[in-house]
């Protein structure tokens, strides 16, 4: 299809916070646009509205969460400031969680208004390069759709990663896109990493009050100024996060009660060890967005679709 012939000046794959940037920048110059995005379910069966990472599962579920681990610390220091607070005062994970998703669905509904007012074409399917103009997916009714433009942008970002290489990680563990949508608490869990992910999760789970405990292999905060990491793993300490150090998990299995049991090998001892658990979170090096089947260096070839 030659140019002037095409759908759209620009398509943009992806509608996380770049992508819907892009799109509204670019028609609010006059250009024809649209956005194709698709949230591919995680392994647990979680999935989420337009938006991206930062709406759904990443900036502002984790501040909300720690907003009530926050609200949690100042219920307990009240009575030192006069406050007659029964203490200890449970947490309702069920209630917070139904309020932060609630939030977030507004803010999908939001991003999906912002797209009409702009004029900007908004497309619910994954898709897939046809050549360097054109990408194809299918509808929910099954209907293929096939979209042109001019120019065409990549910002599908990424996913958390599972260390598939260890033997129930897949089945019985979690990421950062299912702890925002659990409806029932994570309870006792195992945060395995020691990026600014592992440790933000770590953080507000330990801040209302759940048992928390951080396995790392190496070092934490990895890239950032270390007297800085260690100040923050010396706080995290302090109000109760539990720390493995220099282990790495080996084994995760479900137990007839429904606890998971993870095997660890301690590379100070060289011993393994194991230890019972309700949730075991991955939280290590994420990796680039699988949603477009084509590969981006082959963009303009043909490529099968199936």
């Not at 996380?16 to 509204?24: D, F, N, V």
């Not at 977030?104 to 399917?125: A, M, P």
């Not at 898709?127 to 096939?146: M, P, Q, Y």
């Not at 001019?150 to 990421?175: K, V």
Request: glycine share 12%; aromatic share 6%; with cysteine.
């Amino acid at each position: 299809m030659e140019a002037g012939q095409r759908d759209y000046d620009l398509l943009v794959v992806g509608g996380g916070s770049g992508g819907l940037a892009c799109a509204k920048e670019a028609a609010q110059l006059g250009r024809k646009v649209a956005v194709v995005d698709y949230v591919e379910p995680s392994p647990q069966g979680t999935r989420w509205g337009l938006g991206g990472t930062c709406v759904n599962v990443g900036c502002i579920p984790k501040k909300l969460m720690h907003q009530a681990a926050l609200l949690g610390g100042l219920i307990q220091d009240a009575p030192n400031y006069g406050w007659e607070v029964a203490q200890p005062v449970p947490h309702d994970w069920r209630k917070m969680a139904e309020a932060v998703q609630n939030h977030v669905k507004s803010l999908n509904w939001g991003h999906r208004v912002q797209l009409q007012d702009r004029k900007v074409k908004y497309f619910n399917i994954k898709a897939s390069f046809v050549d360097e103009h054109t990408v194809c997916g299918v509808a929910k009714g099954g209907k293929e759709i096939l979209l042109s433009a001019d120019h065409i942008i990549i910002a599908t970002g990424g996913r958390p990663r599972y260390p598939t290489h260890i033997e129930g990680a897949l089945e019985y563990g979690i990421t950062s896109d299912d702890i925002f949508w659990l409806k029932e608490s994570p309870g006792k869990t195992l945060v395995v990493g020691a990026s600014y992910v592992a440790l933000e999760c770590a953080g507000f789970l330990t801040g209302i009050g759940l048992d928390t405990t951080i396995m790392m292999r190496s070092i934490p905060l990895r890239g950032f100024d270390q007297q800085m990491s260690s100040m923050v793993i010396e706080h995290m300490a302090s109000h109760g996060t539990r720390f493995l150090r220099g282990c790495a998990p080996s084994r995760v299995r479900r137990l007839p009660d429904g606890q998971l049991q993870v095997t660890w090998e301690d590379s100070t001892t060289g011993k393994e060890d194991t230890g019972t658990f309700d949730t075991v979170l991955w939280a290590i090096a994420p990796c680039i967005s699988a949603c477009l089947p084509t590969t981006v260096g082959h963009a303009g070839k043909n490529q099968r679709r199936d």
